[in-house]
């Protein structure tokens, strides 16, 4: 079956350093990639997604970036965080071609001091 | 464009009364609709959904949803509120039969409250 990993689940960063954070998918080959970040517990704003390898698309400009360096592992990172980054970020993957909706990691709860 | 409405911020029910969480879209095309669930400080866990066939979907934990093509709605039903419902759900909708992105488009959410 397949399992998505997203780490680590709660992290304090001060403002001003880089971010890292990593999200694994296993049971699949080729699938879709998302990254979303989820203020004050409402509303998801979708912030990249990648179909392939290398191919990342951003929604909104922003302090982060994204990078796809394997098939099934999509990370998100900062040179420099800003308060503003604060926040719950999730990871999410779905297949190709399917009627399938997405499915989600267990969410990295990050904030910025 | 496609867009998803959850016009309740809040709904609060009675334990054992009967809940619905509104849900409407904007599609151009067939629409594909889904529901999810998110606790605090968790991820989002897949409800139902809805692809073609029978307008009324049953779903976990005794959750359904009708589909209605007029009216482009999707509301969630559960006939008997429980406590543990307690939650923040989220309505999307997915274009595109086959395509490759197969990208979801997701409601503001709804929080659902249950009083004992």
């Known amino acids: 079956s397949q399992t998505i990993h997203q780490w680590p689940a709660t992290l304090v960063q001060p403002v001003g350093s880089p971010l890292s954070l990593e999200c694994t998918v296993e049971?699949?080959?080729?699938?879709?990639l998302y990254w979303y970040r989820q203020a004050a517990g409402r509303g998801l704003q979708l912030l990249f997604y990648?179909?392939?390898?290398?191919?990342i698309s951003s929604e909104v400009p922003q302090n982060l970036s994204a990078s796809r360096p394997q098939d099934r592992q999509f990370i998100l990172s900062s040179k420099k965080l800003l308060l503003s980054d604060s926040g719950f970020y999730l990871c999410?993957?779905?297949?190709?071609?399917?009627?399938?909706?997405?499915?989600f990691g267990s969410g990295t709860r990050l904030t910025v001091v | 464009a496609q867009s998803v409405a959850q016009p309740e911020d809040q709904v609060n029910v009675a334990e054992g009364n009967p809940l619905t969480v509104k849900c409407t879209y904007s599609?151009?095309?067939?629409?594909?609709l889904f529901w999810y669930v998110q606790y605090p400080n968790r991820g989002l866990q897949f409800l139902l959904k809805?692809?073609?066939?029978?307008?009324l979907v049953k779903g976990s934990y005794g959750f359904e949803a009708e589909f209605n093509k007029s009216q482009t709605s999707f509301h969630l039903k559960k006939p008997s509120a429980l406590v543990s419902d307690s939650a923040l759900y989220f309505c999307?909708?997915?274009?595109?039969?086959?395509?490759?992105?197969?990208?979801?488009?997701f409601g503001r959410g709804t929080q659902l409250t249950v009083w004992p």
């Open positions: 049971g699949t080959s080729n699938p879709n």
């Open positions: 809805y692809i073609t066939g029978d307008n």
């Open positions: 990648s179909v392939g390898i290398g191919q």
């Open positions: 999307a909708v997915r274009v595109g039969r086959g395509s490759t992105l197969g990208r979801l488009y």
């Open positions: 599609v151009s095309g067939n629409p594909y």
């Open positions: 999410a993957w779905s297949s190709k071609g399917t009627d399938y909706g997405y499915t």
